[in-house]
Every structure is written in C-alpha cells, then in structure tokens.
C-alpha cells in the first residue's frame, strides 16, 4: 500500500485479519475483547518494524498517529473496520486508543497528554481524550450523539501511553524549498532579507493541534531559521554596530514592517497560533505570531530576556536588556524584579509603545520564556 505523508513516500505490506467480524459483534460482547487482544497480537511484528521506521525519522507521537491512520484506511474498506485497524495497530505500538460511538458510527478516540483547541476532547477514568477522524486524517471538531465509548484499557487490561502532541524537534521529510523575500525600514534605511525555508515542514507544522500559547514561545529553534533568518540579521547588527536598544528597535521593525497583519477571524484558516516556521513563510501574521517570532529573534540574534503578556484578545512582547534606562514614553514592565520594555510587533508605532488598548494596564498573565534552544543541523 503506497502512503504519502507530507512529501514523505512509503510503501508497506500490511493486513488483518477478522475485520468483518469485528462489525458483527457488539463492543460490549466480551468476544470483541478476544478479538482485539487477538488482532493485537498478530500486527506486533508489524508495529514493532513501524515504530523503528519513525524512530528513524525523528516522527513525534502526532505523526505517528496520522500514519497509523492513512495505514488504516487503505488496509480496510468500511469505516467502522478502518477505526478498529488502527486502534489495535496504535495500541500495538504502545499507545492508548479505544473506540467511541458518535451517531451510532465509530470512531477512534486516542488518549493525549495536555489540553487542545478547536478540536473535541472527553474525560474517562481521569484520562484526556480527543477523536481522531481516520478518512479525514484530522481531529474531529463537533461529534453529535455519543452512544458509549469502548475504553481499551479496562477491557484489555493494559494500560498505555497517551499521544504526546507537543514533543520538542522536528521531523525528517523530503525538503522541498520555499524561497522568500522580507524588505522592512529601519531608521533611514531599507532592507532586504531572502530565505529558503522548508515547504513540507511548513505545512506539518500548521496542521498540528493547537494548544496554550505558552508552548510555541518556548519551542526549540530549528538550525534551518538560525542560518536562514537569526544570522543574516545577527550580522546587519554587528556590521551596523547598534546598541542594545537599536537593535531590538531593529529586530522590532523587521518583525513589524515585514510582514502583512491580518486577524486570524478574517482568513480561511480561522483561529490559529504559529511557530517561527510558519510565520516566516507566510502571507498574514496577528499579535501571537509576531510575537512569537520576536521573541525568537531577540533571544537567538541578542541573547536578551524577553517575557510575553497575555491581554484580552491580545498577545505582546516585552524585553529586559543591559543598562535600560526607560524613556518618558516607554511602557515598562516589572517581571520577577526586572524591568522590560515593551515590544508590541503588532503596534505600528516606536519601540516602547504598546497597543492604546492596553496602555498602563497590567496584563492577565505574563508568559515565561526560556532561552533558545537550537536543534537540527542546516542543511
């Protein structure tokens, strides 16, 4: 069976076995348990050659599943068959997985590991579960009338693993490349930055699940954006020799005048929360994304701390740097006994402003984030 996933061509020798069966008989019926430990059994050499694939490919336990799914679908015909494949191949690889009724239709529910966004999400015995939709390849959104949930573990004594949907890294896929151009003005002067990034990894990463902001501040940098992006602009600043408020001004402007603002409600795409990766390939970015990317490049191109603030609808950026004497205008921050200045990327106006919306208040939350870290090596 040949299977592309993101760029990513493979082609397996799978089957199983009883699948008919398996719709013949109740879920309740203890016979379906013997059926399933059986079905278990059988693929575990197969499971087992699956997860040494992945390992290799440096996949995280998302891409996993959404294989195990494209698997699934082309090993049997029917729906409820393709739910009852890849539950006992997800459960045979170490994951747990069982199978809920919705609209006297199955589905497959899959245990994770921390709370998602815009997607479906149940508690059973204090476990976190959301619903794979294995035709579509996707989290399924809104569910209809649930007829009961067969939960794997009680009925086949074995409890596993949830999906970890947010694991540092990236995976290895066939590079196709994205080449951009950013120009944006600083002071007197225009600038001008091309970069290749990766297509594929691109769209991997916009399809993930979503979850707290918190996460994508605090991701690792791969190495293809420090080359690509992080150290062309390290060496402007060098060469421009700027001090430290320049060059977050700097930083701040290529953020802020490079790329179009667009509020996520007024694309196609809805509500979503990029990395790096994805901003920098993008058409639009709003506050989360921008800043994001900010707080990236202030801590890769500077090594400056910098702590994000949560306001109503709106996400900004504030940075603490060496000697900051704050300005009149400045809008300043106190955070763990240091002052910051801010850097709204999403405010057209000069570093140490913030959105008028928000100007001297305190913000629902602030956001810790962690010193970059790079991973991967350029290609």
């Known amino acids: 069976m040949p299977i592309e996933l993101y760029g990513a061509s493979f082609n397996f020798i799978f089957q199983i076995s ?23 059994h059988d693929v575990m050499p197969f499971a087992s050659r699956l997860i040494d694939l992945c390992d290799s490919l440096n996949f995280p336990d998302w891409l996993r599943l959404k294989l195990v799914g494209e698997i699934a679908k082309r090993a049997a015909k029917k729906n409820n068959q393709k739910v009852f494949t890849a539950m006992v191949l997800l459960r045979a690889m170490g994951y747990n997985a069982g199978i809920i ?18 997607a479906t999400i149940f508690e059973e015995q204090k476990k976190r579960y959301t619903i794979y939709d294995v035709e579509r390849g996707e989290l399924i959104k809104a569910t209809g ?21 947010f694991q540092d890294g990236l995976p290895t896929l066939p590079y196709k490349p994205i080449k951009k151009t950013v120009s944006w003005k600083f002071g007197i002067e225009t600038y001008m930055l091309t970069y290749t990034l990766d297509q594929s990894m691109v769209k991997y990463l916009e399809e993930r699940p979503q979850t707290d902001v918190s996460v994508y501040f605090n991701e690792s940098v ?24 320049q060059a977050v ?15 996520d409600l007024k694309t196609k795409r809805g509500e979503h929360t990029s990395s790096p990766h994805e901003t920098l390939a993008s058409e639009f970015s709003d506050c989360e994304d921008r800043s994001i990317l900010l707080a990236a490049l202030i801590r890769g191109v500077l090594g400056f701390e910098v702590v994000a603030l949560e306001y109503p609808n709106h996400i900004t950026l504030a940075v603490h740097f060496p000697d900051f004497i704050p300005e009149e205008a400045d809008e300043v921050y106190t955070y763990n006994g ?36 790079v991973f991967g090596a350029g290609r």
């Open 338 to 373: 240091k002052r910051y200045l801010s850097s709204d990327p999403s405010c057209f106006g000069a570093l140490g402003t913030v959105n008028p919306d928000f100007k001297g208040k305190e913000p629902i939350r602030f956001i810790r984030v962690e010193p970059l870290t």
């Open 222 to 245: 791969p190495n293809e954006i420090v080359q690509a992006v992080i150290e062309p602009l390290k060496k402007i600043v060098l060469e421009k020799g700027f001090h430290a408020r």
């Open 101 to 118: 009724l919705l609209s006297k239709q199955w589905r497959l529910a899959v245990e994770i590991d921390q709370k998602i966004f815009f």
């Open 18 to 40: 009883n699948l008919e069966e398996s719709e013949r008989i109740a879920l309740v019926d203890p016979r379906f348990t013997d059926l399933a430990n059986s079905a278990i």
């Open 249 to 263: 001004a700097f930083l701040h402007a290529f953020v802020l005048n490079g790329f179009a603002y667009k509020d």
């Open 145 to 165: 009338e649930s007829y009961g949930f067969y939960d794997a573990n009680e009925n086949l004594g074995k409890i596993l693993e949830p999906i970890a949907l």
